[in-house]
């Protein structure tokens, strides 16, 4: 059974940066595509970001190129989101999620495993 935690979450002015972590356990972290998706109140969860297995392949949300990377350490078994240039639309909870294989996309039902979430708010 796998685990994730999510950590980095906060208040955050407009314009501002926060990186997010992804801790992961109870397997291989190598096995796993890694998304990040986000959910605002009374929206639907949406994929934000996902990255391989091995890292060498990212995908992103239209609305989050060019401010957000995704990466991994395998060797720590973490994932990060670093989110830069925020805006007051990026407000919610940002959750992480794990595929075993090398690929999960940008769609929440790719996933097997999630943590709890953590927010972020964007707001002066």
């Known amino acids: 059974q796998l685990e994730l935690v999510e950590s980095g979450g906060g208040l955050v002015q407009p314009g501002g940066s926060l990186r997010l972590s992804c801790a992961v356990s109870?397997?291989?972290?190598?096995?796993?595509?890694i998304g990040w998706f986000r959910q605002a109140p009374g929206k639907e969860r949406e994929g934000v970001s996902c990255?391989?297995?091995?890292?060498?392949?990212?995908q992103y949300s239209d609305s989050v190129k060019g401010r957000f990377t995704i990466s991994r350490d395998n060797r720590k078994n973490t994932a990060y989101l670093q989110m830069n240039s925020l805006k007051p639309e990026d407000t919610g909870v940002y959750y992480c999620?794990?595929?075993?294989?090398?690929?999960?996309?940008?769609?929440?039902?790719?996933?097997?495993?999630w943590g709890q979430g953590t927010q972020v708010t964007v707001s002066s």
């Open positions: 999620a794990a595929r075993l294989g090398a690929w999960g996309g940008l769609v929440p039902l790719g996933y097997d495993y």
């Open positions: 109870g397997d291989t972290h190598e096995h796993y595509g």
């Open positions: 990255i391989t297995n091995t890292g060498d392949g990212t």
